[in-house]
């Protein structure tokens, strides 16, 4: 082997080896598991829902190993700031406080904030009718945030949970007169559902950018603009390909990605 023979054979084995490393690269991601049809386990153990398809989705455009580390949720951000995992992909809503700590992707999707509580409660699009009222919301949520500053301002006694499971026990057992949540996820996990029967949607639709942001979208550490770039164009990609669409219809009847 003559010294050319030697030099290409030598960038064909670098290259080989670099792209071997690429593939081998893993990002590890935060992930709640209590938060169907968006994240929750299987009867098996293994985890499932619209943001583990979409976050396995994306590893697969990056061409890079995800590996899902399942925390509550109010210790996704505290364990981003810590490098713990790498990213947060567990229906963060897009928030000016929250970019105060963390940078976001583009969104994935979007979704409004509802009120469920007994069928025929009355609650007014100024939300009269919620004095003495106990509404469960899960911790550290957007929801926490707005039913703090706007349904306790109008009587409400607000219940703080870990998950929304629990939520919904507390309804069906009358410790709660009602929730504040994702509509999705109230629709999907409770009201289609016969726990969630004698129960409904009351009053407004709840959208203000100030509390619910601009969208959910990917959470990575200030500063990691690379990452946030490389999930925005993955995104971009599985938008246009099909992918999304796809996982889109396994979980939902409508598209939940939304209008530009």
Known sequence: MNNKQRL???????????????????????????????????????????????????????QVKCRWIEQEYDGLIPSLKVRKIDAILASLSITEDRKKSVDFTNRYYRSAARLVMKEGTKVSDNLE?????????????IHDRFASQMLEAKGAE???????????????ANRLDGTLADDVILDQT????????????????FTD????????????????????????????EILENGTYKEINAKYFDFDVYGEE
Do not use: W
Request: aromatic share 12%.
């Open 129 to 141: 009718g919620l004095a003495g009222k106990r509404i469960g919301v899960q911790r550290s949520s």
């Open 8 to 62: 290409i054979a030598g960038i064909f084995i670098g290259l080989s080896f670099s792209m071997a490393h690429a593939a081998e690269k893993e990002l590890k991601i935060g992930i709640e598991a209590a938060y169907p049809p968006f994240a929750y386990k299987q009867p098996n153990g293994e985890l499932a829902g619209f943001d583990y398809d979409i976050g396995n989705a994306l590893c697969k455009q990056m």
């Open 190 to 205: 409770f009201l289609k559902k016969p726990v969630g029967a004698g129960f409904s949607f009351v009053g407004p639709t």
């Open 158 to 172: 607000i219940v703080r949970y870990t998950s929304q499971n629990e939520i919904y026990l507390d309804l069906q």
């Open 209 to 236: 950018p100030k509390y619910f942001g601009d969208g959910i979208g990917i959470a990575v550490r200030k500063g990691d603009n690379a990452l946030a770039q490389s999930f925005n164009k993955a995104l971009g």
